[in-house]
């Protein structure tokens, strides 16, 4: 089995492509060792010093590391337990259930918009996105102002507010004229 690596553009996280399947459908974001109990291998990455966050998305791992870790020394060490666990064939998570995405109500007066905003999340930017290691959820939509949630390499990303203001915001805002506003939460 050969992994590939990438460098994400948050340098805190790294992409780890195993060249097969990760997730089969939807996400799984792990934020610290305790959220990471129902997947095997999120838990086992934990265990690694310095490892801060995992995120599986539908071919990639990626690896968040605290700042005082140094990727030469983590980057062997998490490729070996990525290598071990697709070898042995063990299961990603144990309830085989993915956080779903985007599951947030959307009916009543502003479902249409509700419809076109995640139509553009879903075909212009989460593809983008997951190219850097992360995803980008849909969390609401109040008073022309979307509610968004960074994930995996997003999260913490310096250049995420950018992303977010100059990227999604203006394309958001010229395909929907209800869009003024668009937030991370």
Same mark, same amino acid.
């Given at each position: 089995?050969f992994?590939?690596?990438?460098?994400?553009?948050?340098?805190?996280?790294?992409k780890?492509?195993?060249?097969?399947?990760?997730?089969?459908t939807?996400?799984?974001?792990f934020? @610290?060792?305790? =959220?990471?109990?129902? &997947?095997?291998? +999120?838990?086992?990455?934990?265990?690694?010093?310095?490892?801060? $966050? !995992?995120?599986?998305g539908? @071919?990639?791992? =990626?690896?968040?590391? &605290?700042?005082? +870790?140094?990727?030469?020394?983590?980057k062997?060490?998490?490729l $070996? !337990?990525?290598?071990?666990?697709?070898?042995?064939g063990?299961?990603?998570?144990?309830?085989?259930?993915?956080?779903?995405?985007?599951?947030?109500?959307?009916?009543g007066?502003?479902?249409?918009?509700?419809?076109q905003?995640?139509?553009?999340?879903?075909?212009?930017?989460?593809?983008?996105?997951?190219?850097?290691?992360?995803?980008?959820?849909?969390?609401?939509?109040?008073?022309g102002?979307?509610?968004?949630?960074?994930?995996?390499?997003?999260?913490?990303?310096?250049?995420?507010?950018?992303?977010?203001?100059?990227?999604i915001?203006n394309m958001?805002?010229?395909?929907?004229?209800?869009?003024?506003?668009?937030?991370?939460?």
């Amino acid at each position: 089995m050969f992994i590939q690596t990438e460098r994400t553009p948050n340098p805190a996280t790294l992409k780890f492509l195993p060249g097969e399947a990760v997730m089969s459908t939807g996400t799984a974001d792990f934020r @610290d060792a305790e =959220s990471a109990e129902r &997947s095997p291998l +999120a838990r086992r990455l934990f265990q690694v010093e310095g490892v801060t $966050g !995992v995120f599986f998305g539908g @071919d990639f791992v =990626s690896v968040s590391k &605290s700042d005082d +870790a140094d990727w030469q020394l983590l980057k062997p060490v998490i490729l $070996g !337990v990525i290598m071990e666990h697709f070898v042995a064939g063990h299961p990603l998570l144990l309830d085989d259930a993915a956080q779903t995405v985007d599951e947030v109500a959307d009916d009543g007066a502003d479902a249409e918009i509700i419809a076109q905003i995640k139509e553009l999340l879903d075909t212009r930017v989460r593809p983008a996105v997951a190219q850097d290691g992360g995803d980008i959820t849909y969390q609401g939509f109040q008073n022309g102002v979307v509610m968004l949630q960074l994930q995996g390499s997003c999260q913490g990303c310096p250049s995420s507010t950018m992303t977010l203001k100059m990227g999604i915001e203006n394309m958001l805002k010229h395909y929907i004229p209800e869009v003024v506003e668009v937030r991370a939460v």
